[in-house]
């Protein structure tokens, strides 16, 4: 059950690199490997911080408050997610970045590693693996930014952040019943 955990949050985390990567391939903007795997670094550095820290909480929170609180904070934040997508019909999803350079990298790893940070302090206090969803979150950020960017044209990601929505509800059922 710990891997299904860890698996299911690594890829709700990362399903906003994947529209990413798509959104860029559409507008014939590569992304090489190598950019890929340092946004990926970055994405996961800040994600493994914010796990730390919801870590941190686990020794001031009792047990079963700890473990309610998590897994209700990942209901909760999945279904946020999924009506705010909802009510935006996914009108303004990420913008196109026209050159790949090393600033625009850095930008762009901000970004993505902003929306990780409240999934990612909630699962930790939740009991998650820090290990494994970390090494879990690192190959489906770089895999989901290198194969949606390659993808980017032919796919329509419209639908990419109701499914990470929904996976986030799923985790933290799965998680409340365990």
Do not use: H, W
């Not at 996961?44 to 998590?70: H, Q, W």
């Not at 796919?155 to 365990?178: D, E, H, Q, R």
């Amino acid at each position: 059950m710990t891997f299904l955990i860890a698996l299911l949050f690594s890829i709700s985390c990362n399903l906003d690199n994947a529209i990413f990567g798509m959104s860029c391939g559409i507008a014939n903007i590569q992304i090489s490997l190598g950019k890929a795997i340092i946004i990926s670094i970055l994405c996961t550095s800040v994600t493994i911080c914010c796990l730390m820290l919801g870590n941190i909480a686990l020794d001031i929170i009792p047990d079963v408050i700890e473990e309610f609180l998590g897994a209700a904070t990942l209901i909760v934040l999945g279904i946020f997610f999924l009506i705010k997508e909802i009510v935006a019909n996914n009108n303004t999803k990420s913008s196109v970045v026209k050159q790949m350079d090393l600033k625009r990298v850095l930008y762009i790893s901000l970004g993505l590693s902003l929306n990780n940070m409240p999934i990612a302090i909630a699962s930790s206090v939740e009991g998650i693996n820090i290990i494994l969803a970390s090494i879990l979150s690192m190959i489906f950020s770089t895999v989901f930014i290198y194969i949606g960017n390659i993808i980017g044209g032919v796919i329509n990601g419209k639908f990419v952040s109701y499914i990470a929505a929904i996976i986030i509800i799923l985790l933290g059922t799965v998680s409340l019943i365990v």
